[in-house]
């Protein structure tokens, strides 16, 4: 079986040769542990920081040893009560083809109640970013206007539609291409879409917010963010999810440079991690599957084919390849 390896850690953006894919063994499971077949590999942008060698609220990848992430397969072994030969599973050896791990660290998963691969994005680790970055983060409620950036992936794509669906005044997305904004705007139902490589976003969202946002949810950091501080109304508040743009950045990003107007307009900026909202899990998959069922949730996947192009998928979604989620699905 094969796997794939940190061979160098990136400067700047990564480059095909920081990876490499290495035969490894398969284990058998001993006491306790299941061996998985993965079917579906998750590539996220959070592992890019995961590359450096710095301590951050995920430890970073050794060199030369199997990367990680989550993945979703049928269990081919198994010496671990509860679980049998043919179960889906959920866990977080991802990055390989074979997985053989603690029972303890997988969760079992319903591949008739859904397709195995929304496990890892609107049913998963994104959707519930999307889901309580905006409730319970942004404190969002009906009436609001709602600004997304990275609106067109994973999380993005489902900040705009989980706020439309609960009563949002005006949804406005941001992504970097024209396809993107006519699919935010036609398929996802967004009031409002800019392409952020058409000129400065402070510009772009006055003219889709001419009264302002109550909530802004950030993906992307830099001027995305400025643009925002500055657009936000009087108690406005902001979900801190992630700061793409940054991400391979070599120094020290600038701004938000206008930071004191926060004071004024009394702004909450939040920072969020998805693993302390766990509690919300149940409660999300129930409304999230609900509108998945009946039509009013829309969810996209880029796929790309082959354990052996998972290093070029994770290049791809840092330069936006994807709509929606970007997985890898592996020959069975
Ligand atoms: P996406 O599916 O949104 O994929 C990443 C997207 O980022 C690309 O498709 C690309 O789209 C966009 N992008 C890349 N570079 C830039 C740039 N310079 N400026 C603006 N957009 C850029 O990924 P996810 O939905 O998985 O993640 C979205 C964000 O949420 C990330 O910042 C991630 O780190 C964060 N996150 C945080 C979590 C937490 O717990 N805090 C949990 C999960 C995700 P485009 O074509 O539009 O440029």
Redesign the pocket.
């Known amino acids: 079986a094969r796997e794939w390896h940190l061979a160098a850690r990136p400067e700047g953006w990564p480059k095909p040769e920081d990876f490499a894919l290495v035969a490894a063994p398969v284990r058998q499971p001993g006491p306790g542990e299941i061996l998985v077949r993965n079917e579906y590999l998750s590539v996220?942008?959070?592992m890019r920081g995961r590359m450096n060698d710095v301590k951050s609220y995920v430890p970073p990848f050794q060199l030369g040893a199997a990367m990680d992430g989550g993945a979703v397969g049928y269990v081919v072994a198994s010496q671990a009560d509860g679980f049998e030969v043919g179960d889906a599973v959920l866990h977080g050896l991802g990055w390989r083809e074979y997985a053989t791990l603690d029972a303890k660290h997988a969760v079992k998963v319903d591949p008739k109640l859904a397709p195995l691969s929304y496990y890892l994005g609107v049913l998963g680790?994104?959707g519930l970013?999307a889901y309580a970055g905006l409730l319970e983060v942004a404190s969002f409620k009906e009436g609001d206007t709602v600004f997304v950036?990275?609106a067109?992936?994973?999380?993005?794509s489902l900040v705009g539609q989980i706020a439309k669906l609960k009563g949002a005044a005006r949804v406005i997305g941001s992504?970097?291409?024209a396809e993107?904004v006519a699919k935010l705007v036609e398929d996802y139902g967004f009031d409002a879409a800019f392409n952020?490589k058409d000129g400065p976003v402070r510009e772009q969202l006055a003219k889709a917010a001419p009264e302002g946002i109550d909530v802004y949810f950030d993906?992307?950091g830099g001027d995305h963010l400025e643009a925002a501080i500055g657009a936000l109304n009087v108690h406005g508040r902001v979900t801190l999810?992630?700061?793409?743009?940054q991400y391979n950045d070599t120094s020290a990003p600038a701004g938000p440079r206008n930071l004191a107007l926060a004071i004024g307009k009394r702004l909450r900026l939040q920072g969020?991690?998805?693993r302390d909202h766990a509690a919300l899990q149940p409660q999300f998959v129930a409304e999230v599957a609900g509108w998945l069922k009946d039509g009013s949730l829309r969810y996209d996947e880029t796929v790309v084919d082959g354990v052996e192009n998972t290093a070029e998928a994770f290049l791809g979604?840092?330069r936006?390849d994807?709509t929606g989620?970007?997985v890898v699905r592996l020959a069975s």
Not at 152 to 156: F, I, L, P
């Open positions: 996220d942008p959070y680790m994104p970013t950036s990275g067109a992936g994973a999380v993005g992504a970097g291409s993107k952020y993906n992307v999810c992630g700061a793409i743009a969020l991690l998805v979604l840092l936006g994807n989620k970007m």
